[in-house]
């Protein structure tokens, strides 16, 4: 009885359904360059690569092309399989409000330089953008991984709001592996990672032990 009590009562909670975009929702080709104490770029990253990449001693980020709007809009191949499970949890959560669910972005870019044109890109496939919170976790400072910065935006809505439930899905397995381990601090949230494919299929993932 005590198990179905806290069943019910983790129900009433909500839950939060968190998306990443690039290689999630969107195939981009935005790339980050990676820049020497002279100013030369040494090396260009994609953004599954960003994902770990450990910035060397005296070395910066150039993110030109990562917060270029025209070219998110205009070179992003959408991931339908995604998109369409987007929409249909941002559906059914729309049609349910007592649910008090949430569904959000959380992306490892920073601000665009022009927020209409990026949100454009949502809105020409079917996304109730306009409704749907886009967090960017480049614009929290420091060189901690990507994956750090995605928890850190997680950490908050947990924080303020009673959830019974995350559901994460993103390609990226460090930053799947990261947001599994909030666990510990939150044991009685569930924490549910799928990881996307190039194909837009998910599985469930599991952190190695």
Do not use: C
């Not at 080709?29 to 770990?52: M, Q």
């Not at 005296?58 to 990562?66: A, C, L, T, V, W």
């Not at 369409?84 to 559906?91: R, S």
Request: charged share 30%.
């Amino acid at each position: 009885m005590d198990s179905f009590k806290k069943y019910v009562d983790k129900n009433k909670k909500g839950s939060l359904h968190v998306f990443d975009i690039d290689d999630t929702l969107f195939h981009t080709t935005a790339k980050i360059h990676v820049k020497n104490d002279k100013g030369e770029t040494v090396e260009k990253l994609s953004n599954a690569e960003f994902n770990d990449h450990h910035l060397p001693t005296g070395h910066s980020y150039d993110f030109n092309e990562f917060s270029s709007s025209e070219k998110f809009h205009d070179e992003s191949k959408p991931i339908h399989g995604m998109l369409n499970k987007l929409k249909a949890i941002h559906n059914n959560i729309t049609m349910k409000p007592q649910s008090n669910s949430k569904i959000i972005m959380n992306t490892a870019r920073a601000d665009f330089d022009d927020k209409d044109k990026f949100l454009d890109t949502f809105r020409k496939h079917g996304v109730d953008i306009d409704n749907i919170h886009v967090h960017r976790a480049g614009n929290i400072p420091g060189n901690d991984l990507p994956a750090a910065k995605k928890v850190t935006i997680i950490k908050k809505y947990l924080e303020k709001n009673p959830l019974g439930s995350v559901h994460m899905y993103d390609d990226s397995h460090t930053n799947l592996k990261h947001f599994v381990n909030m666990k510990q601090e939150h044991p009685d949230v569930d924490f549910h990672a799928w990881h996307v494919k190039p194909d837009g299929s998910i599985k469930k993932f599991k952190a190695e032990k």
